[in-house]
């Protein structure tokens, strides 16, 4: 089995560029080529403009999902890549994002999702909750 | 200022009733009153079906976004509530997606976005790398 179900990259961009940051149009083209680079399936997508800058973006992709919101006054964005497949280019799309939005520091952390001893722990607890021996 | 930008709260439910982990219908349902009853506000929404069975689901909300991903077989969902303003009720979207779900065990992680310390420390090193004094 893999090592998790799901593998979750929290991604926090300091110091951008922030004019890449302030709108849809750019950050919705960024990201979706991040997705496709990266091997993704998208299934749908939406980005929403706040006022009077900054964005808020969701991919869903097959493989589950990326989102962005950004802050353009603090020149930051967090971004987060969550994806179940093995098929996935990661690293392509972190590539895309350096490039379009710039940072001078990336703090990345990689969360697994549904670890294959997790999900067999709390399982088993169930039974013994429900008294199958 | 807030102790971080946003406030992204990571949650797997473990041990989940699997029968409310299937399809779009109940998952959305389920999803959405939480979004409600914490008093975000929607901005858009997209649930995709997965054969033969399974869910993806964003929210988009205008404190950020909540996103869901179930898998059935496993009794798992993993469930990510991202949230930007202090207005929102967030024990109240856990309290109606425990009830809907019915997971046995809750792993919680809260991580903070956009941390003031990191935002600045980050910002200053992007100056000194322009040469600004």
Not at 48 to 55: A, I, W
Not at 64 to 73: A, D, G, K
Not at 106 to 129: C, D, H, Q, V, Y
Request: aromatic share 10%; charged share 25%.
């Amino acid at each position: 089995m893999k090592k998790a179900l799901g593998t979750h990259l929290i991604l926090e961009f300091f110091g951008c560029d922030p004019g890449t940051l302030k709108e849809v149009p750019y950050v919705e083209k960024a990201f979706l080529k991040a997705a496709k680079e990266s091997k993704t399936h998208v299934v749908a997508h939406n980005f929403h403009q706040f006022n009077p800058y900054g964005v808020s973006g969701v991919v869903v992709i097959e493989e589950s999902h990326y989102t962005i919101h950004t802050w353009p006054e603090h020149a930051y964005a967090a971004i987060d890549l969550f994806y179940c497949s093995d098929e996935i280019e990661i690293e392509k799309a972190i590539q895309v994002l350096k490039e379009a939005f710039k940072p001078t520091m990336i703090k990345s952390t990689e969360l697994l999702r549904g670890k294959p001893n997790e999900l067999m722990a709390f399982s088993r607890r169930k039974e013994a909750a429900s008294g199958v021996p």
